[in-house]
C-alpha cells in the first residue's frame, strides 16, 4: 500500500521496479539489515499475536482492533512517505 501511494503520487508506473518498498526504507532509517528483520519479525509478532487474541474476544474487539490498525497504518505511510525513493524505471504513468 505504501509504495502503491508513493508511486501514484510521484506519478510512476506502480509495476515498475525500485527501492521505494518499505524494507528499503526501514534500511535508511536503521542502518542495518539486521536490526530491520528484527523490526519487521516483532511487528509480524505482535500483528498474530493480536490476531490470536481477537479470536477469543467478541465481534467489538475485532472492529476495535481493525479501526486501531487502520490508523496505525494510515500513520505509518504518512511517516515512511518522508522517505521517498524514487522508482528505477521513472516513466510517467499514462
Known amino acids: 500500500t505504501l509504495v502503491v501511494f508513493s508511486r501514484r503520487r510521484l506519478g510512476a508506473r506502480v509495476l515498475s521496479g525500485g527501492r521505494d518498498h518499505l524494507s528499503h526504507r526501514l534500511m535508511m532509517r536503521l542502518g542495518s539489515p539486521r536490526a530491520v528483520a528484527v523490526v519487521l519479525g516483532i511487528t509480524q509478532a505482535i500483528l498474530c499475536i493480536g490476531a490470536l487474541g481477537l479470536h477469543q ?11 486501531v490498525y487502520l490508523g496505525l497504518g494510515a500513520g505509518a505511510i504518512a511517516a515512511f512517505e518522508g522517505l521517498v525513493v524514487a522508482p528505477e524505471i521513472s516513466e510517467r504513468a499514462s
Open 57 to 67: 474476544l467478541g465481534h467489538t474487539a475485532v472492529v476495535g482492533f481493525t479501526i
